[in-house]
């Protein structure tokens, strides 16, 4: 079975250019949860969504990060423009609404901006 | 707010060494706790859980007792492996929320 894909793996930018991370959870998971993981900081949910619909982005950092998840197999985190302390690796995770408890976790993108 | 507080890292052990990773927790009820490993490169993985006072989960040879009395949920394993090498986070989860983690504990196994 295919797990939670995301996309690019490794991402090197310059400051203020556009970040599009992709994701795309396990087949029949309705919650999607994007994190990012820093030394300083450790493990941060940024937002998540219910059926498609965000439920709580208060985990998002500022203004530049959005995040959409236009349907049930594919969700964006967008940071516009980029910043050199957005350096870090970006996990997206899935889960059913009901087993909240057991995320299914991506690979990860890594995020160096310049 | 709820919160997760795990020991720093990185802890290094020999092969065939017991291991302990400690953790406690703040909430406001009784949440479910986890253990979560992440292996280099990859995204992290349940490793084990416990849902009320006294359980203990346990898998691939790692155990963590729900201590409520000193909120706790510390792992070990008995006799770790170089494969064991990688990044364990504790978590919890109250009511059906998002899960919080902790900040995690490199562990490192020397052979």
């Known amino acids: 079975d295919a797990g939670v894909i995301q996309s690019p793996r490794h991402e090197v930018t310059e400051m203020g250019q556009e970040v599009t991370l992709r994701c795309k959870p396990i087949?029949?998971?309705?919650?999607l949860f994007w994190y990012r993981q820093t030394m300083m900081r450790g493990l941060e949910l940024l937002i998540y969504f219910n059926n498609n619909v965000p439920i709580d982005d208060s985990g998002m950092p500022e203004d530049r990060f959005s995040a959409k998840m236009p349907n049930a197999s594919f969700s964006t985190l967008k940071i516009q423009p980029s910043e050199p302390r957005d350096s870090a690796v970006y996990f997206c995770a899935s889960s059913l609404q009901n087993n909240r408890e057991k995320l299914f976790f991506g690979s990860g993108t890594q995020l160096s901006v310049l | 707010g709820n919160s997760v507080t795990q020991m720093e890292g990185p802890v290094t052990l020999s092969e065939e060494a017991f291991l302990t990773i400690n953790c406690t927790y703040t909430?406001?009820?009784?949440?479910?706790l986890f253990w979560y490993v992440q292996y280099p490169g990859e995204g992290l993985q349940l490793l084990l859980k416990?849902?009320?006072?006294?359980d203990k989960g346990s898998n691939k040879g790692f155990e963590a007792t729900y201590r409520k009395e000193t909120t706790s949920f510390h792992l070990e394993k008995g006799s770790v492996q170089v494969s064991d090498s990688a990044v364990y986070f504790c978590a919890l989860v109250e009511y059906g929320n998002k899960l919080v983690f902790g900040a995690g504990t490199i562990l490192r196994v020397k052979s």
């Open positions: 416990a849902t009320k006072a006294d």
């Open positions: 087949s029949g998971h309705n919650s």
């Open positions: 909430a406001t009820g009784y949440p479910s």
